[in-house]
């Protein structure tokens, strides 16, 4: 059995962000859009806390922490406006949502 | 003194900037009345000034202010009054004020009148700048501001196409050589390393004679362009398109002979190389020759003075190329007498025949226009050099200095242009006022010029008359800076024989004239023989440059602009143009509004930036590698 060092978390965290990074891309559902964005932001935190255990340095940690909590508010003002969207419009389509269409 | 040098520069100048203030209004006489008494206050400062030098006063040499001076370059706005210069100085004022007093008469229906005379004194300003300063690049200014003068007043009726074409043509010639003078004075100051006249020529003497020919030729080329020497002579003929006080004052008397004051001033220089100066002395008698032929034909009255004057200029350059510098410039004094004289009173005839130029359709106006007649006749008689007048003595001495420095062949051609120019001289008078009247099968009335105008030019025939008198004063004044060499016939038989031949000869010429046109035919004849035709189109010389020289290079320009201009400088900045257009059409569209397709160019430029990071990362840390390898490469 392979001992699990920081290649792997750091692998494991660039292929979360690959997949993130790929939803954002092709995702056309706002929900979806938002799924894709936690997943970039919690592959960024897993790397922050591998290298922080690495080098026994709690500031990454603690920077995930941050992280965590203004993923967590906006996930809360997108959710809310993405309610109102719904309410008025009916769909969450990413295509549709071109009224500032320059 | 130095107050007369600095009235004698500047009324001129004060006189065209007050001109100039009228230049948009209608005829203001006031505009051509205050020229005119400026510049007799630049005659008054002359002649005080010649009288100073006279009585045996030290040249009045000024320094204005400075010019250039950077390094070792130092160029002042310098004017010398010397034994030369007062000579010009007199010529040009004299002339200058007659002309201008002349030309109130002259273009008083002219709806140019102010601007007229805004021109007329630059272009004395400016030749005043050219015969005073006391170094090559005052003498350039001049030379370029007597050029621009003579191209306004050339094209002066700018409606005219053939004006402008002849404004243009004299021009343009000027400037090639130009660039010939342009060379000559840098060679002089590469060489010398300044640009004074005394302290260049000083410095001449011990330069290498390779270097020094090189000089004069280069020089020279520029006098070959102001004094319309052959092949540059062109321009001259058709500068006659300018109103006739212009082609009095510029084309006759002053500017044409720029070229043979350059080559006076540079008397040291030309010293040193006699080849040079027999080139010029044997280019000069060719030119007499040569424009006296193609006088010979002409039906333009203008054009005939014309190239008389360029024969004469002719004379002049035989002279200065022979080293008999005071000769040269007295023919050149004499000259501007009576030839800005018989151009004024061709300038009456043209006014009287409303404007028409062949002599052919006048005849017999000697009734009606008496005042004219004598003045024009006594000229011709000046010019054909009779004794006692002016060009007597000038052009006489010119053909014993070509027999005296054993040049027969000079002597030869130039007495035989004497012949000529009698013939040409008288040709044109027996046509204009004996014999029939043939203007009036065209219905013109001819009527004298105004009295003040005849006033005016009598100024001119006096001086025409009696220029010779002063020979051996003139003599003593001008010889103090220039070569004192005597030319005498050391035989007294000799002598005589000279001068009763040639005096001989030209009364002859003269008479044939008479004979030939008192009653004036058209002569078929004559006219269908191969050197009438030769002459009449001036040797081919004006076909043969614009079939070979002006055609070819308009064909040249032509593929120049068509394939170079058009598709190699105009393609590229098009192209670079219609780029930049086709970059924000195509790139335009990113700007869709779209959510999904922000994102992903924002995910495209994160990948770049980073990608970029780690390129600059990487050459960073491998900075040492990368040097050896570009060394290795030899970069």
């Known amino acids: 059995m392979i001992e699990i060092g920081l290649t792997h978390y750091l692998v494991l965290s660039t292929i979360l962000f690959a997949i993130g990074l790929f939803g954002v891309m092709r995702r056309k559902n706002l929900l979806l859009l938002f799924f894709a964005t936690e997943i970039l932001l919690n592959s960024v935190n897993i790397a922050f806390a591998a290298i922080s255990h690495y080098y026994g340095d709690l500031t990454g940690q603690l920077f995930a922490f941050f992280v965590i909590a203004i993923a967590a508010s906006e996930v809360a003002v997108g ?18 949502m071109s009224t500032m269409r320059g | 003194m130095e107050l007369y040098l600095y009235l004698a520069l500047f009324s001129p100048l004060a006189g065209s900037l007050f001109a100039a203030l009228f230049g948009a209004s209608p005829k203001t006489i006031v505009a051509g009345v205050v020229p005119s008494v400026l510049l007799f206050v630049s005659f008054v400062s002359s002649t005080i ?26 160029i002042p706005f310098g004017f010398v009054v010397d034994q030369v210069s007062v000579t010009m100085m007199m010529v040009v004022t004299i002339v200058s004020t007659i002309v201008h007093v002349y030309s109130i008469g002259y273009m008083d229906h002219d709806k140019g009148f102010n601007r007229f005379f805004s021109y007329l004194s630059a272009f004395v300003f400016s030749m005043m700048v050219l015969v005073m300063s006391d170094n090559f690049a005052g003498l350039f200014i001049g030379w370029e501001g007597v050029g621009l003068c003579s191209w306004l007043l050339i094209g002066f009726w700018y409606e005219k196409e053939s004006a402008t074409w002849a404004a243009n043509e004299a ?26 006249y005394d302290k260049a020529f000083a410095e001449m003497q011990h330069l290498d004679t390779a270097i020094l020919a090189w000089m004069g030729i280069f020089l020279f080329i520029g006098a070959m362009g102001k004094s319309a020497q052959f092949p540059l002579h062109t321009w001259l003929a058709d500068a006659m398109e300018g109103p006739t006080p212009v082609s009095a004052l510029i084309h006759a008397a002053t500017m044409v ?65 022979l080293g008999a510098y005071w000769v040269a410039l007295f023919h050149l004094m004499a000259h501007a007498f009576f030839k800005a004289l018989l151009f004024l009173g061709a300038g009456n005839v043209m006014h009287a025949m409303h404007n028409e130029l062949d002599p052919f359709k006048m005849g017999g106006l000697r009734k009606v226009m008496k005042g004219t007649f004598i003045m024009m006749t006594l000229a011709s008689v000046a010019l054909a050099g009779i004794y006692p007048l002016a060009g007597f003595w000038s052009k006489d001495l010119i053909l014993e200095v070509a027999m005296i420095e054993h040049h027969y062949i000079i002597y030869s051609v130039l007495l035989f242009t004497a012949g000529l120019t009698a013939f040409y001289s008288f040709r044109l008078v027996a046509l204009v006022f004996h014999g029939e009247e043939r203007y009036k099968l065209f219905g013109v009335h001819p009527h004298e010029a105004y009295k003040f105008m ?20 003139y003599f003593e004044m001008v010889t103090q800076v220039l070569p004192a060499t005597e030319y005498h016939i050391h035989s007294a038989l000799t002598y005589w024989i000279m001068t009763i031949g040639t005096q001989l000869f030209v009364i002859l010429a003269i008479a044939y004239a008479y004979k030939k046109y008192q009653v004036a035919k058209e002569d078929p004849a004559m006219e269908k023989r191969l050197c009438y035709k030769i002459l009449i189109n001036q040797y081919y010389i004006p076909y043969f440059y614009e079939e070979y020289l002006v055609k070819p290079y308009r064909e040249l320009s032509t593929i120049f602009w068509k394939q170079v201009d058009m598709k190699i400088v105009d393609a590229t900045v098009d192209g670079i143009a219609k780029t930049i257009y086709a970059t924000g059409e195509k790139t335009r569209e990113m700007q869709s509004g779209n959510l999904s397709t922000m994102l992903k160019w924002m995910v495209a430029g994160t990948v770049g930036l980073l990608s970029l990071a780690v390129v600059f990362g990487l050459a960073a840390r491998y900075s040492d590698e990368i040097k050896v390898f570009l060394s290795g490469l030899g970069v």
């Not at chain 2, 840098?186 to 300044?194: A, D, E, I, S």
């Not at chain 2, 100066?277 to 039906?299: D, E, K, T, Y």
């Open chain 2, 49 to 74: 000034l010649l009288l100073h030098i006279l009585s045996g006063g030290d040249a009045v040499h000024v320094e204005m202010m400075t010019w250039m001076a950077t390094g070792n370059l130092y």
């Open chain 2, 454 to 473: 005849l006033i005016a030019m009598s100024p001119l025939l006096i001086l025409a008359i009696i220029a010779g008198a002063f020979k051996m004063t």
């Open chain 2, 257 to 321: 002979t720029a070229g043979v004051y350059l080559v006076v001033r540079a008397n040291p220089l030309y010293d040193l190389i006699p080849h040079v100066g027999l080139f010029i002395a044997s280019l000069g008698a060719f030119v007499a020759l040569f424009a006296a032929s193609m006088a010979l034909v002409n039906r333009d009255m203008k054009r005939i003075i014309a190239y008389s004057t360029l024969s004469q200029l002719g004379y002049m350059f035989v002279a200065a190329g």
């Open chain 2, 171 to 196: 021009f343009i010639m000027n400037r090639i050589a130009d660039l010939g003078m342009l060379i000559g004075i840098f060679l002089v100051y590469w060489n010398t390393g300044t640009l004074q």
């Open chain 1, 79 to 96: 959710l809310g406006l993405l309610i109102v969207w719904h309410k008025r419009h009916g769909n969450i389509n990413l295509d549709k």
